[in-house]
C-alpha cells in the first residue's frame, strides 16, 4: 500500500501570507497526486488534480508542484475563506489520503 | 448539475449490517468509477472501497475488506455498500465520491454510528 505523509498536521498563519503544505510519497506515483480543501461540516472539495493542474473555479492563488515523490500544496496570498483543513490523495494504485493540514488564523 | 446522495446511515449494533445507497444525476453514472470514502469523527478522509465503470473492478481498504461489499445498479444510477459485522470504529460519516482518476463530486455523507 502506498503511504501519504503530510506536513504540517497544522498551521498558524495571517491572513496575506504564502503557505506551504507538503505531502511525501512512500513510492512513485508519477503525478496522481491531488489536494483537497475541507470546511467543518462540509464535503471535500477538489483543488488540484495531477499534482499541478488547477480544478475548474478555483482561485489562482491556490498551486501545486512536484518534485520526485514530494508534492506541495502553495497558497500564494492567504484569504479569510481559505482557513480549513487540506488533503492530499494518491491516486496511483487505489487510493489513500494524507493525514490533513488544519490551517488556522494566527 | 452533479448531485450525489447518500442514504441509508444510522445507529447499529455492534456485528450488525447496514447498506448504503448513493443516488446519482446531472451525468452519465455508467461512464464514471465510483468510490466511498468515510471520516470518523474529528478524523481525517479513509478511502473505504473503489468500482470501475462496468462494476468489473473492486478495490477495498485492509480495514474493511472481507466485511463491506460495493456495488452499483448502472440503470438505476445507484451506488451502494453492504456494511457486515460492523465494529465501533467502522463509525463515521460516509461520502459517495466520483472519480475521474481524482475525487471531482462528492456527495455531503450519512453518518453510520456503531454502538451498543
Do not use: H
Not at chain 1, 477538489?46 to 493542474?53: C, D, E, K
Not at chain 2, 446519482?24 to 473503489?50: D, H
Not at chain 2, 457486515?84 to 461520502?95: C, K, P
Amino acid at each position: 500500500d502506498i503511504q501519504m505523509t503530510q506536513s504540517p498536521s497544522s498551521l498558524s498563519a495571517s491572513v496575506g501570507d504564502r503557505v506551504t503544505i507538503t505531502c511525501r510519497a512512500s513510492q512513485n506515483i508519477n503525478t496522481y497526486l491531488n489536494w483537497y480543501q475541507q470546511k467543518p461540516g462540509e464535503a471535500p472539495k477538489l483543488l488540484i488534480y495531477s499534482a499541478s493542474s488547477l480544478q475548474s473555479g478555483v482561485p489562482s492563488r491556490f498551486s501545486g508542484s512536484v518534485s520526485g515523490t514530494d508534492f506541495t500544496l502553495t497558497i500564494s496570498s492567504l484569504q479569510p475563506e481559505d482557513f480549513a483543513t487540506y488533503y492530499c490523495q494518491q491516486s496511483y494504485s487505489s487510493s489513500s489520503f494524507g493525514q490533513g493540514t488544519k490551517l488556522e488564523i494566527k | 448539475e452533479v448531485q450525489l446522495v447518500e442514504s441509508g446511515g444510522g445507529l447499529v449494533q455492534p456485528g450488525g449490517s447496514l447498506r448504503l445507497s448513493c443516488a446519482a444525476s446531472g451525468f452519465t453514472f455508467s461512464s464514471y468509477a465510483m468510490n466511498w470514502v468515510r471520516q470518523a469523527p474529528g478524523k481525517g478522509l479513509e478511502w473505504v472501497s473503489y468500482i470501475s465503470s462496468s462494476s468489473g473492478t473492486r478495490y477495498y481498504a485492509d480495514s474493511v475488506k472481507g466485511r463491506f461489499t460495493i456495488s452499483r445498479d448502472n440503470a438505476k444510477n445507484s451506488l451502494y455498500l453492504q456494511m457486515n459485522s460492523l465494529r465501533d470504529e467502522d463509525t463515521a460519516v460516509y461520502y459517495c465520491v466520483r472519480e475521474e482518476t481524482y475525487f471531482d463530486y462528492w456527495g455531503q455523507g450519512t453518518l453510520v454510528t456503531v454502538s451498543s
